[in-house]
């Protein structure tokens, strides 16, 4: 029987309360200190960064003891933190999922909102070829190193912490890459870096040159439409709304473990992938769940609408920010003794390489709104989608350019292109250098589809030139 004074009974709050702490200290932080309110890094960011100075001061302190490793936090507790930023990940997507659909989309929009899941999934790849092809050359100078190490490029840049703890940590259990998991958190670290830097920079530059006017929002009330729309259920009755909210959270995240343990039991051999899979089963479970509750309204069996926008966007957030603070917070810098020199070389080359293409990709087909899309695509395949808004919102605070539902729309084309790049990321500690010859032939292939419109318009106006 457990004792309500031992260590275990207060060790997950413990983590849980840290977190907390971190991302209430970096907030304070975030708002008094200057530098940190131009760099535009997240808080969540700052938080994570705060845990790793208080817990290497505390090892040259103790003379080697990890701090989140002690009985305060139940003895293993970087586990832990691995842990709730793999939940975090699918919980956080599961949320945005359930989001009610704003309304019917353009033709042009559509084009628009699918070439902006091609550019992201094309931004994966050339990541993952300069990522990859950095690490085989490093492979061949130094000894014991993993030469598939930098195809988690894309995975800390391009999809954020969680995604990179998941591919880090298969590349460790599965395929023996010693500290594979914080290499992978240390990439995303770096992700968000090059988000606030590289943004921060192009702001300032496009501002002097006169191309973009610098949005300085005042504060505003929500409106009550905007918290609430008609024909949902109340704020509170018997059970409170965001309750419901998680309530629905929850019953995706289980019908995805169930359809994740069914396909372990079929493919015992891909178990680690199906399961690092589980914000893409989480999302197809929202979707699930989704429409059969819409199927209940058409059917009469429900009057209401259960999910709340407003909420389901505060929820997503609260996932995403424990998630990115507990994601740093579990790098084990001592394992990285030997790689921040390569770390660092791919830190910088996937700033280089995701800014110049996508102001390219921005400036040809969005010529519109090629600032804002630029931004918004920038800051997202560096950091996240919340690190994009941030960007975005610096040269359109009330989001009236297509931009900001470009972002949102652009999963479902992002997911089907990006599928394959995701198992091609299990078979690249097998065959690096086939790996990639074939992340470039994909690539060529998506800039095919990408620049469709002028390659076609090239070729029928050389027709007709003859």
């Not at 010693?178 to 870096?193: D, E, K, N, V, Y």
């Not at 929500?222 to 709304?241: F, G, T, V």
């Amino acid at each position: 029987m457990e004792n309500f004074w031992d260590f275990s009974v207060w060790s997950n709050f413990n983590i849980i309360a840290i977190l907390l702490l971190s991302l209430l200290g970096a907030n304070v932080l975030k708002k008094s200190v200057k530098f940190l309110q131009a760099s535009l890094i997240p808080a969540s960011v700052i938080g994570g960064c705060l845990l790793l100075v208080v817990s290497g001061i505390y090892k040259l302190v103790t003379d080697g003891g990890d701090m989140f490793d002690t009985e305060f936090f139940g003895g293993n507790g970087t586990a832990s933190l691995e842990i709730l930023t793999y939940h975090m990940l699918a919980l956080g997507f599961i949320a945005s999922t359930f989001k009610p659909s704003k309304g019917k989309v353009t033709k042009q929009r559509g084009i628009e909102i699918f070439n902006t899941g091609v550019t992201t999934v094309s931004t994966y790849l050339i990541q993952a070829i300069f990522g990859l092809g950095i690490t085989i050359v490093a492979a061949m100078v130094m000894t014991d190193f993993f030469p598939a190490a930098g195809i988690l490029l894309p995975f800390g840049y391009g999809q954020g912490t969680g995604q990179a703890l998941n591919y880090g940590t298969i590349y460790e259990n599965d395929f023996g890459f010693s500290g594979g998991a914080s290499f992978g958190l240390t990439i995303a670290a770096l992700g968000f870096l090059s988000a606030s830097i590289g943004g921060v920079i192009h702001l300032n530059i496009q501002k002097r040159r006169g191309k973009i006017k610098i949005v300085h929002l005042d504060e505003k009330a929500l409106r009550s439409e905007e918290i609430q729309s008609d024909n949902e259920i109340p704020m509170q009755e018997s059970l409170d709304k965001l309750t419901v909210q998680v309530a629905l959270i929850a019953l995706a995240y289980m019908i995805a473990y169930f359809i994740m343990w069914g396909l372990g039991l079929l493919l015992p051999g891909m178990k680690s992938v199906i399961f690092g899979f589980n914000f893409l089963l989480g999302v197809l479970s929202a979707v699930i769940v989704k429409a059969v509750m819409n199927l209940l309204k058409k059917a009469g069996a429900i009057k209401k609408e259960y999910t709340n926008s407003f909420l389901m966007t505060r929820t997503s957030n609260f996932f995403f920010d424990i998630m990115v603070v507990a994601g740093i917070a579990a790098i084990r810098l001592s394992v990285l003794e030997k790689y921040w020199g390569i770390m660092l070389i791919l830190g910088v080359v996937g700033l280089v390489i995701t800014y110049v293409y996508n102001y390219f990709v921005a400036k040809k087909l969005f010529p519109g709104y090629a600032e804002e899309q630029f931004l918004m695509m920038y800051g997202m395949l560096t950091g996240t989608a919340s690190t994009g808004v941030i960007l975005l919102r610096e040269v359109d605070g009330e989001f009236s350019t297509p931009a900001m539902d470009n972002m949102v729309y652009q999963n479902f084309p992002a997911i089907v292109f990006g599928f394959p790049m995701m198992l091609l990321a299990t078979f690249a500690p097998k065959e690096p250098a086939l790996t990639l010859l074939i992340l470039i032939g994909f690539f060529a292939v998506m800039n095919l589809i990408l620049f469709r419109s002028q390659i076609f318009r090239l070729k029928k106006k050389a027709v007709s030139d003859k």
